[in-house]
């Protein structure tokens, strides 16, 4: 355990050594390094997808559950994808260096806020080797080092798309000791991580309720402890049919183990009958399981196949991340947006109307992270809201909130130019 422990410690120093010349490095520079992790994992496409096959191998091995397995999985399409969104991320603003908020007062001070970055950014993931390369692009081009910790199942993966980076940014002249990957599982190091407040400035989290709860009550160091999804879609009795049909259907049925997926439908009772009609054939094709309140289970148990079941007291407020979903029916805009409140995470929650005051109202009145009109959950997410990539999606209400892009990895300090005055 002390190699354990004495590799981690370096690694820290490295990375701290590493933030302070990158907070310097030019913004074409850093691009350079971005456009050659690009071209890295394209050149190394089958060696990524054989690392990612021995861990897949070994899940199904220890019997991971499928939602894990199918985070855990890398395509050349999915790593297509990563490619677009590294790529995309160059061809942003690099936040590092912009003023705002400039004014001269009225003794001739003029005073401003400069973007700066945060530091050195510690990450502990589950499951998912594309964090390893969304964050380390968003990290290098907000100008912070990056410490990544993922988890055992996704060692090979994610070692080997960390070398890679490592590799790629070194040859465009960007310290490779920026990007420190954690090769140890050993639990203990978690603990460690939360406790090095001197080398970590900001702790993120990716992965499980319990991670997260555990990173909220020990780490020492600001954290980003949101994140958990409990996402709400409500059909108002005014919706478009056909929309709210669709839009409820993409954010159950799209991508289903992800945080921004739907897991509680809410239907105003006049609309429920063909609503739910409609959502049950589609979901008896799909297999998604419907755990309805007794008025809707009287309607969804009458189509023939369908899996609608008696919804729990526990189901409110779950986020499933598998192909089930809550489904209430209320009679009224007050019901949906009391519900939400009660049971919601802040993370991302919808409606589906044609009325403009109930749009509005629910846009004033759910206090979410994300909250949208007429369109589907799914789009919170940092490559949609035109961010390039995320970190996370933080529930958090300082610092960051929603999708967690390059500003959100910077801090700012002020700045102060003056003509010789002094306080009197």
Not at 60 to 75: E, I, K, Q, V
Not at 191 to 199: G, P
Not at 328 to 334: A, E, N, T
Request: charged letters at 25%; aromatic letters at 4%; hydrophobic letters at 40%.
């Amino acid at each position: 355990m002390t190699t354990e422990l004495d590799e981690l410690g370096s690694k820290a120093r490295e990375a701290r050594k590493a933030s302070l010349k990158l907070a310097r490095i030019s913004s074409s520079v850093k691009d350079r390094a971005l456009h050659a992790i690009a071209n890295g994992i394209e050149e190394h496409t089958e060696e990524i997808l054989e690392a990612n096959e021995e861990d897949l191998s070994a899940g199904h091995l220890a019997g991971l559950a499928g939602p894990l397995l199918n985070r855990l999985a890398l395509s050349k399409s999915s790593l297509g994808s990563i490619v677009a969104d590294v790529r995309r991320i160059t061809a942003l603003p690099d936040p590092v260096g912009e003023t705002f908020d400039f004014q001269v007062l009225s003794n001739g001070l003029r005073t401003g806020k400069r973007r700066v970055p945060l530091g050195v950014i510690g990450v502990i993931y589950e499951s998912r080797p594309n964090v390893t390369i969304d964050i380390a692009s968003l990290c290098l081009k907000s100008g912070n080092a990056v410490i990544l910790r993922g988890g055992k199942e996704a060692l090979n993966s994610n070692t080997t798309l960390a070398r890679i980076s490592r590799d790629s940014v070194e040859k465009a002249g960007v310290p490779p000791e920026a990007i420190q990957i954690i090769e140890s599982t050993d639990r203990e190091l978690v603990s460690q991580m939360l406790r090095m407040k001197d080398s970590i400035d900001l702790l993120i989290p990716r992965g499980s309720v319990d991670l997260i709860r555990r990173v909220a009550a020990e780490a020492t160091m600001p954290a980003i402890t949101g994140g958990v999804g409990v996402c709400h879609t409500y059909i108002d009795h005014t919706a478009n049919l056909e929309m709210a049909v669709a839009i409820a259907n993409n954010a159950k049925v799209s991508s289903p183990y992800v945080c921004n997926a739907m897991d509680t439908l809410l239907v105003h009772t006049s609309i429920a009958p063909t609503a739910l009609n409609q959502l049950a054939n589609l979901w008896r094709i799909s297999g998604v399981e419907m755990r309805c309140d007794d008025r809707a289970l009287a309607i969804t148990e009458q189509v023939k196949g369908v899996h609608a079941v008696p919804a729990s007291d526990a189901d409110w407020g779950t986020e499933f991340l598998s192909m089930t979903a809550a489904i209430k029916i209320v009679d009224s805009l007050d019901e949906a947006i009391s519900h939400i409140d009660i049971y919601g995470s802040g993370h991302s929650d919808a409606i589906v109307t044609e009325d403009y005051s109930s749009a509005m109202r629910f846009l004033d009145e759910v206090d979410s992270a994300v909250v949208l009109v007429n369109a589907s959950s799914r789009f919170n997410d940092g490559g949609q809201f035109g961010l390039g990539a995320e970190v996370a999606i933080s529930t958090n209400k300082i610092h960051a909130r929603g999708p967690m892009g390059l500003k959100e990895l910077t801090s700012y300090k002020w700045t102060v130019l003056g003509t010789g005055q002094v306080r009197e």
